[in-house]
């Protein structure tokens, strides 16, 4: 099947979502709104449940708590330019702990308490 042939057979967007497992789902909500500067969007339960979705920007993920998972998660989020340093600077004045890394090009990984890593890239790292 070609391109062409894929591409003229999809009529519905795909809304995706990733679900990240947490031990604590109050502590990974503290950390994804008072470091990275998420929103929650919503927590089931009225606030007293282990699942809850936070958002930034367009970037919407799920918190799962689930102690007994031990699996992990890498989440790519590409930024521009403008939005990689004004997260440059989030980190810095957050003393938010991350590192510089390489995932086919340079990117900067932030990983949540929970071992969960988000990679953050622009198109002029990605070029390099």
């Known amino acids: 099947m070609t391109k062409t042939a894929v591409r003229d057979q999809i009529t519905h967007r795909w809304y995706t979502r990733p679900v990240l497992f947490v031990a604590d789902v109050n502590r990974a909500l503290r950390f994804y709104i008072d ?3 998420f929103e929650k969007r919503w927590h089931e339960g009225d606030g007293a449940g282990g699942v809850c979705q936070v958002n930034r920007a367009g ?3 799920i918190l799962c708590e689930d ?3 031990r699996d992990k998660a890498r989440l790519f989020v590409e930024l521009t330019d403008d939005g990689l340093t004004a997260l440059r600077r989030e980190i810095f004045e957050r003393s938010v ?3 510089k890394s390489w995932w086919g090009f340079d990117v900067i990984k932030i990983g949540d308490p929970d071992g969960n890593e988000l990679l953050f890239s622009a198109p002029e790292l990605s070029k390099q």
Do not use: V
Request: glycine share 8%; proline share 8%; net charge negative.
């Open 35 to 37: 470091m990275l500067g």
């Open 59 to 61: 970037c919407e993920i």
């Open 67 to 69: 102690a007994t998972r």
């Open 97 to 99: 702990p991350s590192e």
